[in-house]
């Protein structure tokens, strides 16, 4: 078993390979939240991983036992001082979601607890997920004056428009029932125990298939993304300036006090 440890200010990624599977950990004491060198550290797993051929196939994960994802930083947010620094905070979930989808190999995500906001852009980058009844989903971006941009690139393709669309405009909690029959999660288990045994277990048999099978499925699962990088830095580019205006920043006061 190989295995490596990536500090970062007030979060961690952690990776292990064994077995064939590749295990890649993310934590934050804040929700397991994705501040901008996280989301950085975060990418740079998934990728030095699915470059390992003793990883047949990557497990993403977060610590703890309740929050999946936080989404971003809210205190990040409100440091953004400028357009081109915003578009650069708001691209960090585009680096980790084309890491995914560009990973030679399947992404099996275990969902243990809620995710809100960019935490969904992660999930719908799956190839497949597995999330626990109780994990609720919400694109929070509205309720903070912006709106979901990056991460609607991937969550439309998985979800479709219309389900893009609900999400993002009714923008609070759906349950997991809601996420499965959508197509965000595509399997649910009772508890974080019977969690476990599902992703271990698929894990293990993707770890037995054939690489070059899984690899030309991934391929054709993700064809047409190939602009993905261009439309996302786009979208960040629109987060960035809306972040600036007063009714955004007040929004974000508002959400943040809660």
Known sequence: MTSSAQPVPEGTVRTAVADGIGTVEFAHPKGNSLPAKLLVELAEAITT?????????????SAGS?????G?????FLAVSSPEQGQAFFSGFSKVIQAMIRAPKF???RVQGQAAGGALGLIAASDYSIAVRTARAKLSELQVGIG???VGVVIERKLGLASFMHLGV??????????????LYAMLVDDIPALDDAVAAHA?????????????MKRVFWAGTEDWGERMAERAGMS????????????LERFRGR
């Open 240 to 251: 960035g300036r809306m972040v600036l205006s007063e009714f955004t920043r007040a929004a």
């Open 66 to 70: 309740s929050t999946f994802c936080a």
């Open 49 to 61: 991983v699915g470059a390992d051929p003793a990883a047949r196939v990557i497990v993403l994960r």
């Open 204 to 216: 293990a048999r993707l770890a037995a298939s054939n690489p070059e099978a899984m690899r030309e």
């Open 148 to 150: 979901p941009f990056v």
């Open 72 to 76: 971003a930083s809210f205190d990040e």
């Open 170 to 183: 009714h923008a609070d909690w759906h349950d997991a029932e809601w996420c499965e029959r959508h197509g």
């Open 107 to 109: 992404v099996l995500t």
